[in-house]
């Protein structure tokens, strides 16, 4: 069983940043790739970005590309999104998911292993 809590979350301007974490619990985390997933509201889940469980490949959504950069720390169970140069349109809630397999983070299959309760990011214009 993983845990997962996000943070970092809240309001910024257009083009400022914020950086969001993913604290997991349990001794498994370096075994799961683990991905950042949003929804907008009236929208569906769109992938974000994501990074395999030995950190050495990330993937980026075109929309984020540039902006975004995932990293981890297995040592302190923790995955980031470092979140640059913001648009209003970034505006979702943004959840991490843990997944044995990057194929289904990206393409935000209903069988992802686990999933945080969402932090929310709001860009003002």
């Known amino acids: 069983q993983v845990q997962l809590v996000e943070s970092g979350g809240g309001l910024v301007q257009a083009g400022g940043s914020l950086r969001l974490s993913c604290a997991a619990s349990?001794?498994?985390?370096?075994?799961?790739?683990m991905g950042w997933i949003r929804q907008a509201p009236g929208k569906e889940r769109e992938f974000v970005a994501a990074i395999s469980w030995s950190g050495d490949n990330t993937y980026y959504a075109d929309s984020v590309k540039g902006r975004f950069t995932i990293s981890r720390d297995n040592a302190k169970n923790t995955v980031y999104l470092q979140m640059n140069s913001l648009k209003p349109e970034d505006t979702a809630v943004y959840y991490c998911?843990?997944?044995?397999?990057?194929?289904?983070?990206?393409?935000?299959?209903?069988?992802?292993?686990?999933w945080g309760q969402g932090t929310q990011v709001t860009v003002s214009s």
């Open positions: 998911a843990a997944n044995r397999g990057v194929s289904g983070l990206t393409v935000v299959a209903r069988s992802i292993d686990y």
């Open positions: 349990g001794r498994t985390f370096s075994t799961f790739d």
